[in-house]
Structure formats: C-alpha cells, structure tokens
C-alpha cells in the first residue's frame, strides 16, 4: 500500500552550502516542524496569500487548488511534437503522458514562480536550453516498441529507426524502452511500471498504474506527468508540485526504503539538490546516515555507477554546490574513497576564478576533478582515485593529472620568484613581437630565460595549460582561507589583491613574451633532418638531448629560421658532424 511520506523540517541553506556543520545540530533543532495532515498550506502565486489547501485525489485538482496554471507554455515544436503523439494510432484505453524531468525544468523554467525559487534557478542555464531536449513518454497500456513503430510511420522522415533497450532481460523483457530521435527530441517510450526490488538493485519490473510509476520514482520533483490528453501536469504523490515551489528535496516512500531499494539514488539527491539549489529535508539526510543505507552504498552500487552518477554533478551548473554536500552528509569516502580535504575549497575558488569567465566545456569539468581531488596530488594517489574509484577513463584520468601537475608547476615558479622577474620585464616594457634590438642586452636574454621557463610549463600542459593555470590560482587563494582568523580579516582583500596580482604578472608575461600558442610550437628540423646535419648522432638518449635543445633555442630565439637553427646544431653538437 502506498503511503505519503512524513512531513519533516528541510536543512537550511546555510547548512549545505557551507564549508563547515558543526553548528549543524544547532541549525536543525532551530528549523520550523511542520505537521502533515489532510491539509497543507500552499501559496497562491498571483494573489500573494497563504492558503490551506486541501489534498485532492484527482492530480489535476491538486495542480489548479497550487496556484499553479493547470497547463504549461509550450513552444511550436513541443506543440508540433504533442500533436503528433496524440495522432499515433493507439488503443483507446492507452493515456499518454509526458514524465519526469521535462516535466520538472518546463515548470522551472516558464512559470511564474516565487522570488526565492527564482533567485534560486537564475544561476542554472541548462533549464532554459532549447536543444537537445529529452522528453519520456510514459505508456499507460501499449508497449513502447510498438507505439514508436506506428510514431515513425506517421512521422516519416524526420524521425529516425527506433531502437531498443532491455531494461533486465532476466526479470522485464516486455518492459523494454524504445528511443528514437524527432527533430531536435530525443524520445523515449515505456510503460508506466511499479518495482519490487528483492535484494538486488535490479528491480523486478510489471506494469503499473500512473500513481504506482509516480511513487516507485526517486524524487518527489521528478514524479510529475504532463498528460496530453487533458494537457495537463499530474501529481500523484501530492508532494512534487508543491516540492518544486518550495524548492525542496524528497522522496515519495519512506527516504530509508528508497535509498536501500536504490543506494545511488542518494547521490542523485545531491545531484539535483545542488544542480536546482534547493534543499534536502531533514528526514533524506537523516536516512543517508543511516548505517544499513551507507552499508548498501558500499556493497550494492558499482563504482562505475559512482563514477557516472559524479560525472553528471561535475558537468552540472554548480559541481561546487554538489561536492560540498558530499562532504556536509559525510559521503566523502564512499564516492571518492578518502578525504579530500582542501579540495573542497580549492574547487570553490577555481569556480569563483571562472565564474564570469567563457571556458571549454571538457576544460572545466577535468579543472573540478583536478581541484577537488587536489588533496595528495603529489603521489600517484589522485590517478588512483579517478582511475579506480571513480572508474574515469584512462585518457581523461591522464588529462586531470597533467591539469594538477601544471598547477604544481606554476606554483613552484612562483616560490622561485616568477612573478617578480615578470613584473621587472614587464616594466621594462619588453615586449616579443615586433622586436628589434640588441639580442645580446642582459636584460633581453634574462626575459629569454623567463620565456624559457614559462614555455616548459605551457608545454607540459599542451592544451590544459590555461586550466593548471587556474588550479594554481585556486590553491593560492585557498590557502589563504586556510590560513583565515579574525585578526586577518580585515586585511583579507589586500592579501588576496596581492595573490591575484601574481599570477596576473605572470599571465601578463605570458602574452608580451608571446608565449600564448607556445604549446603547439613544432621543431624546425625533424628527425631525419637532424640526422643529416649529425650523421655521427647515435639513437638514444644523446638523439633526445639535441631534439629537447633545438626546441630551447627556438623558443630562446623567437623566429628564428631553418638556417639559423642548423647553424647552431652544426656549432653546438660539432663532435657528431662526421660519421664514424
């Protein structure tokens, strides 16, 4: 039998979007107990006034008794779309709705809501996207594969072949999910469904009515139908719409049932959690304490579902909001399998660093891995943990290694006074291009050993150089947080002014002494070239040490030619001209 979860007070903001919870306990006794009963308050939108409203059983009577309109603003393509489905030949018993998460960002993202919830979503762009969109169509009693059959023959071309996926073959082979492609949708079919989980993660799966599929979901926000044929949205458990309004966090069972029948789903709380800013309440966060359910996490989820289930919060609006309730509900170890200690800071300042910043998409998610898992990166132990705990692949693994590895650099050339060398060169207004004068001036060939210097790091870093740049950036200004008490805050702006200005002499060197496309600079003279010119070169580590000094008298001599950099080897490595 299905029962309506127990109202419970919610965490405060304050509490998960902070770096420590030791006044956690103190936060949560404060909050306001709301008793659940038939009635809940709800608020009308358009007249401002707070309402008990009464639980209705029909859906749509609760979504009008909300304040909510009882449709969505659709666009022409949706509308195009909608059109389309409710003309596919079908049994007039099967009802076909809209479910899950269009259904939740279309309500984010086109009602009037109230300022806090908006407040809230103004930071997450990903709600208002156009395309690609991701609609499910829940099947109330026709099969997915052959709804989407008879879909394609009346769409035509502008669909694509439909394709199949077995939900488990052992326990569901006719619940199989159909997908297929309509102009810039990707769909997918299936049949409303109820779930009996037996031990295993993998649930037996039958058909089931829309409130069985509404409860068996994982969160109460994503349990919501848009039912085409009364064009209307559908809430079943009576928690989803008003859930959404108050921007709250739940489950629609028992948060300790849910979480045991699926343990990821306690990350996808905090993925949705930090992606929409909004809260968990206090009974999910209680139930993720729980030693049965930390227990299940541990034994029943693999590491390639932590790995996948991660990724999705790293990519997300906010990877700073969804590492820190990692670590605020003490997950910490289960999904990275250690501490990561600063990490946790360094990652918000690499996201304060870029917040108004245009970046590459893959850039900036492999910079949060490599400042969240800053922690240790001296050792092999942050390859470990991307490689065997979170199941990355090797080449990204690879990458976010180099990423902290050209920070470590950058930072090393800062304790050896990088950036005061820069600033003087700087001053001196030396500048690459264009330049004219005496190669043999002191303070030119000082700038030429600084260029020198610089090049190695961007070369190291290829085309990360730019992220271990802000990772280093990042480690400074958290350290200064580190390094935080009451007597220093005042002079806490000058202190990070003074940070900024370092890496900025050293960001300013890196254009004047035109280093900005360094990492793509290719030898003059390759292999067989240099052969040629030093026949008696033998292949080894000796090939290498000319290679490595061609490639710093390019970089020493900026345009320097093909003549002029033989002319060199032929000088520098004279003992190898002749063969022997």
Known sequence: MISRAAETPIISPQFLYSSASSNSSQIIESLLKLERSATYPSVDFFAGKRTLTTLHSNPSQLFAATSFPKTLNLTSSELHLFTLLKSTPTPPSNTLRVAGGWVRDKILSTLPLPSPVTSRLSHCPSLTQTSPVDIDIALSS????????????????????????????????????????????????????????????????????????????????NSLFFNLESMEVEDYTGMGLRDLRDGIIRTPLSPVETLLDDPLRVLRAVRFASRLRFEICRELREAVGEEEVRKALREKVSRERFGRELDLIMSSDDPVGGVRLIVNLNLEESVFGRRIGRGESVLQKAWEVLENEEWQEEGRRRLWYA???????????????????????????????????????????????????????LMDGVKVEGFEGDRTDPIWKEAMEMRFRLAQILRYGGSSWRDGFVLATAERLA??????????????????????????????????????????????????????????????????????????????????????????????????????
């Open 371 to 425: 400042s969240a898992l800053v922690e240790g990166m001296e050792t092999q132990d942050g390859k470990n943990v991307m490689k065997d705990m979170l199941k990355l692949p090797g080449k990204e693994t690879e990458k976010v290694h180099i990423i902290q590895q050209t920070s470590k650099k950058f930072l090393e050339l800062l304790e050896q006074g990088g950036d005061v060398i820069a600033t003087a060169l």
């Open 479 to 580: 350290a200064l947080d580190l390094h935080l008490t009451d007597e220093s805050l005042e002079t806490r702006e000058d202190e990070e002014n003074a940070e900024m200005q370092r890496f900025e002499a050293l960001q300013a060197a890196i254009v004047e002494l035109d280093l900005s496309n360094v990492a793509k600079l290719q030898p003059l003279l390759n292999g067989e070239e240099v052969k040629r010119i030093l026949p008696g070169l033998p292949r080894g580590p000796g090939f290498r040490t000319v290679l490595d000094g061609q490639m710093k008298f390019m970089i020493m001599n900026p345009g320097v030619g093909r003549e002029e950099v033989e002319g060199w080897m032929e000088e520098e490595f004279e003992s190898f001209k002749y063969d022997v």
């Open 142 to 221: 026709v099969l997915g594969v052959t709804f989407a059959s008879n879909f394609k023959e009346l769409a035509g071309s502008t669909s694509s072949r439909v394709g199949v996926v077995g939900l488990n073959p052992e326990k569901s082979k006719h619940l199989e999910t159909a997908t297929m492609t309509f102009g810039s949708f990707y769909l997918d079919f299936v049949n409303l469904r109820t779930d009996t989980y037996t031990g295993s993660r993998i649930p037996d799966v039958k058909f089931g009515s829309p409130r069985e599929d509404a409860f068996r979901r994982d969160l109460t926000i």
